[in-house]
């Protein structure tokens, strides 16, 4: 039972069925909510689904990627290959290292059979079949066939030929490639991370797990190997497409650039680098990505009592391509009471033709803040987890907004500071910051899974392109159709697999003889033939004799 198990796991059939099966596997990763990716999320997921939510926690449909049966089904894929793939290689090396096979004892039996009668010159005789046979070699090895002369010294030599051996390499490394990526692909997951971070220009970043956003590590990553490295952004600039003859693409982003300074460990030389959309910093293997960008406005808030409550950049979400960007700002400690903000931000503030303001343009010309203001318990002090850029408004009372008697807030460089009613403080518009978004990758099997990709593109292409065939030669001694001595030149071709090109070498190779051998008088002998195609038979007989 363990060896017909065996047999069964590492067939070629089995790894592709379980290819199969690991990427559908996969699917529910990104269905559900992982635990390791956003931990809430899935809380929330089963909170909301208190029937169904249990039940996928049970069957770890929330932990995919670290589950015992994805996990199984990945070591089995591994073993299967493994299997398959090193005793075929073993197999190969004994092919590589073996001569070609003796010669078939009726050539006329192989798919392509041609045969040649040497002699009839009258100033040459006819050339001994050892001789025939050791140019036969000479001439297949000149084209790239290994070669074994046989049976030397008797009434009919002979020599067989082999090449493309190349072919079931290519298939080896690509199998073995394959290995390659899989393992790869492990030890990226086991040991890699990935977070976000956004960073404000003037700011620094500090790898550390409390300097992230988001961090999303590997299963076995212990966050205490984040390398020491800090990095701070000192200017960010974007391009835009001013061509005013082309209005369709006006404003269209063309370019972003961001100036950061990098400190590969604490006391080390700052260094300076220049980070682009596709090139990313690169520090002890862990890349910063930029992928992301907005205005970050500085506002400063006042609260009941008088005192700054709040004073720094508030990062924005860009919502179109002029950057009109959406706002959020929670101000917990605000007295007598907690203050939240909602509204937008106009880089280039006009007002449209209905009459309400817009964004006329990305660049920041005019910038303008339209702002909703509200009081009350922001639920931060319950401890449960909440999105940064979403202010739940229920519990909360309204101060200002469009729909309001009091109105909207409007803060702008003519207008920086509103007041905010029942004496609730004040709000002031200070400046316009730029910011990024980097995702910060640190995957110690990229470079593997890239060689390894390589790798298995090259050998497939060799085990596509390259054909593997066999060709035996036989020489013999015969009378011509005077009476006078020839040799009889006989040749069969074999291919390993479809090969439609066989046809094409074997009439190379009589073009290839018949030169070589028309000093003495070649005569290509068509009744030997035993092909039954009528084009083959008529390409031979439009060729004909050839004499000298």
Same mark, same amino acid.
């Given at each position: ?23 559908? $596997? ?43 049966? =994805? ?17 075929? $290689? ?7 290292? $073996? ?8 050539? +006329? ?12 010159? /009258?100033?040459?005789?006819?050339? &001994?079949? /050892? +001789?025939?046979?050791?140019?036969? &070699? ?5 084209? *790239? ?83 020491? =490295?800090?990095?701070?952004?000192? /200017? ?69 009592? %008088? ?41 280039? &503030? ?21 702002? !909703?203001?509200?009081?009350? /318990?922001? *639920? ?38 509103? +007041?905010?009613?029942?004496?609730? %403080?004040?709000?002031? =518009? ?21 060689? !390894? =990709? ?80 009528? +084009?083959?038979?008529?390409?031979? $007989? ?7």
């Amino acid at each position: 039972m363990a060896r017909w198990a065996w047999t069964q796991l590492t067939k070629m059939n089995t790894a592709l069925f379980l290819l199969l099966l690991l990427a559908v $596997a996969a699917v529910p990763g990104s269905i559900f909510p992982q635990r390791i990716q956003d931990p809430a999320r899935v809380s929330d997921y089963i909170d909301n689904n208190p029937t169904l939510g249990p039940w996928l926690d049970r069957l770890q449909l929330f932990d995919v990627f670290s589950s015992a049966w =994805f996990s199984a089904i990945y070591i089995l894929l591994f073993v299967s290959l493994v299997g398959c793939v090193l005793p075929r $290689a073993g197999k190969h090396w004994r092919a590589w290292r $073996a001569e070609p096979p003796r010669t078939p004892r009726r050539l +006329e039996r192989l798919p392509e059979h041609r045969s040649l009668t040497l002699g009839g010159c /009258d100033s040459a005789a006819a050339p &001994a079949p /050892d +001789e025939v046979v050791a140019e036969a &070699a000479r001439l297949l090895k000149r084209r *790239g066939y290994r070669v074994a002369v046989r049976e030397t010294g008797t009434a009919a030599p002979s020599v067989a030929a082999e090449r493309g051996m190349w072919k079931e390499v290519g298939n080896v490394v690509f199998h073995l490639a394959l290995l390659g990526v899989l393992i790869s692909v492990a030890v990226g997951s086991l040991f890699g991370y990935k977070g976000q971070k956004i960073l404000v220009e003037d700011e620094s970043f500090v790898n550390t797990l409390i300097g992230y956003d988001s961090f999303t590590p590997g299963t076995n990553y212990n966050p205490d190997w984040l390398p020491p =490295f800090s990095l701070r952004l000192d /200017d960010f600039s974007s391009e835009f497409y001013r061509d005013t003859t082309n209005p369709r693409n006006y404003g269209a982003p063309i370019d972003f650039t961001a100036e950061v300074t990098i400190e590969d460990a604490p006391g080390a030389a700052p260094r300076q680098e220049t980070l682009k959309v596709n090139a990313p910093v690169n520090v002890d293997g862990v890349k910063s990505y930029l992928v992301g960008n907005g205005y970050a406005p500085v506002i400063r808030v006042t609260d009941g009592n %008088g005192e700054v409550a709040f004073e720094g950049p508030v990062v924005t979400i860009p919502v179109d391509g002029v950057y009109t960007s959406n706002l959020t700002l929670k101000v917990p400690d605000a007295r007598p009471d907690q203050l939240g903000f909602t509204g937008l931000l106009l880089p280039t &503030a006009v007002t449209g033709p209905d009459g309400m303001p817009r964004s006329g343009d990305p660049g920041l010309a005019n910038p303008r803040l339209i702002l !909703s203001s509200y009081y009350g /318990d922001l *639920g931060l002090d319950t401890g449960k987890p909440q999105n940064v850029y979403v202010l739940d408004v229920a519990p909360l009372t309204e101060l200002n907004s469009m729909m309001s008697d009091n109105g909207a807030i409007t803060l702008d460089a003519a207008n920086p500071v509103h +007041e905010l009613p029942e004496g609730k %403080g004040t709000i002031e =518009f200070l400046d316009v910051k730029r910011y990024v978004g980097l995702d910060i990758v640190y995957d110690p099997g990229r470079t593997g899974a890239f060689i !390894s =990709f390589v790798a298995a593109f090259a050998g497939l292409l060799m085990s596509m392109f390259i054909s593997r065939r066999r060709v035996w030669v036989r020489a013999t001694t015969d009378l011509d159709d005077q009476g006078r001595p020839a040799t009889v030149v006989e040749y069969g071709l074999l291919a390993r697999g479809e090969d439609p090109r066989l046809r094409t070498e074997a009439e190379s190779l009589g073009e290839l003889f018949t030169t070589h051998w028309k000093a003495i008088g070649v005569r290509d002998d068509a009744g030997d033939r035993t092909e039954s195609a009528p +084009e083959k038979t008529t390409d031979r $007989a439009r060729r004909g004799p050839t004499t000298n």
